[in-house]
Every structure is written in structure tokens, then in C-alpha cells.
């Protein structure tokens, strides 16, 4: 079974193979995550505004100003390919 997502250029239907976009996005997956494992975002989990308690026998750690700003981003960059790709 060959399935395809169809995006429309002009008045003509293009087809992208599914396999195409899956591939792309794992390929997008995997820079991201090297980029955090190299450091490039070492201040994410950092920003003024996320909880970090540490104490004997315990730590607790809550990112929630990276969650907002993660979550932000990610709105904003999918409104974006949402109006691009009709």
C-alpha cells in the first residue's frame, strides 16, 4: 500500500510520499537531539522562573518557564506551516 500526503501548489496536486516526510522528520529528531546533547541549549531548564529544590534526600525540578517557551515556539511553528501548506 503506497500512501501519499497531496499538497497543493497553485492549481496542481503534488504528491509527497509518506515515507519522505517520516524520514525527514527523524532526520530532524535526530539533530535536535544531538544539539541538546552537545550543550547547544544548556541554558534550556535554566531560565529565571523554572523551580529547582534541592535538599538532602530529595530534588525536585520543574522546568515550567522552558515548558512555556517550548510550547510557544512549537504553536508558533506549526501556525506557520499550517498557513504555508494548504
Same mark, same amino acid.
Given at each position: 500500500?503506497?500512501? %501519499?500526503? !497531496?499538497?497543493?501548489?497553485?492549481?496542481?496536486?503534488?504528491? @509527497? +510520499?509518506?515515507?519522505? %516526510?517520516?524520514?525527514?522528520?527523524?532526520?530532524?529528531?535526530?539533530?535536535? *537531539? /544531538?544539539?541538546?546533547? *552537545?550543550?547547544? #541549549?544548556?541554558?534550556? *531548564?535554566?531560565?529565571? *522562573?523554572?523551580?529547582?529544590?534541592?535538599? +538532602?534526600?530529595?530534588? /525536585? !525540578? #520543574? +522546568?515550567?518557564?522552558?515548558?512555556?517557551?517550548?510550547?510557544?515556539?512549537?504553536?508558533?511553528? @506549526?501556525? /506557520?506551516?499550517?498557513?504555508?501548506? +494548504?
Amino acid at each position: 500500500m503506497n500512501r %501519499v500526503i !497531496y499538497r497543493r501548489e497553485g492549481s496542481l496536486v503534488q504528491r @509527497i +510520499p509518506a515515507g519522505l %516526510v517520516i524520514t525527514g522528520a527523524g532526520v530532524l529528531l535526530v539533530v535536535v *537531539g /544531538l544539539l541538546v546533547w *552537545g550543550g547547544a #541549549f544548556g541554558w534550556l *531548564g535554566r531560565l529565571p *522562573g523554572d523551580i529547582r529544590i534541592e535538599r +538532602p534526600g530529595i530534588r /525536585l !525540578y #520543574f +522546568p515550567l518557564v522552558s515548558m512555556l517557551l517550548i510550547s510557544v515556539v512549537l504553536s508558533l511553528l @506549526i501556525s /506557520l506551516l499550517r498557513r504555508l501548506w +494548504p
